[in-house]
């Protein structure tokens, strides 16, 4: 059974900092392109980063570009979101999964963050 834990959300002041994890089951994140997803309440859910399978390229939305980097560990299976300088408007669930997979599939039950003094 696929499954895709996300872990290190919590809740940090203005411009701190936090370290999102995705550990996987079941399934090699290095197969395939993994993205790191958000939903804030009563938004839709958006793609903020993307690792290609090779790890190579990334690519980020623009409202976090140059503030989270996404990246990986093969021996440990695991897909990381480094989130610096975070803004309020940050503050969601965030979910990890392979970029091609349907958005009608399941999704796991993601991390909260929280940005807010």
């Known amino acids: 059974q696929v499954q895709f834990v996300e872990s290190g959300g919590g809740l940090v002041q203005p411009g701190g900092s936090l370290r999102l994890s995705c550990t996987a089951s079941g399934f090699t994140l290095s197969r395939a392109a993994m993205g790191w997803y958000r939903q804030a309440p009563g938004k839709e859910r958006e793609l903020v980063a993307g690792?290609?399978?090779?790890?190579?390229?990334?690519n980020y939305a623009d409202s976090v570009k140059g503030r989270f980097t996404i990246s990986r560990d093969n021996v440990k299976n695991t897909v990381y979101l480094q989130m610096n300088n975070l803004k309020s408007e940050d503050s969601a669930v965030y979910y990890c999964r392979p970029m091609g997979w349907s958005a009608s599939r399941s999704w796991g039950q993601g991390t909260q963050v929280t940005v807010s003094s």
């Open positions: 690792l290609t399978s090779t790890g190579v390229t990334t």
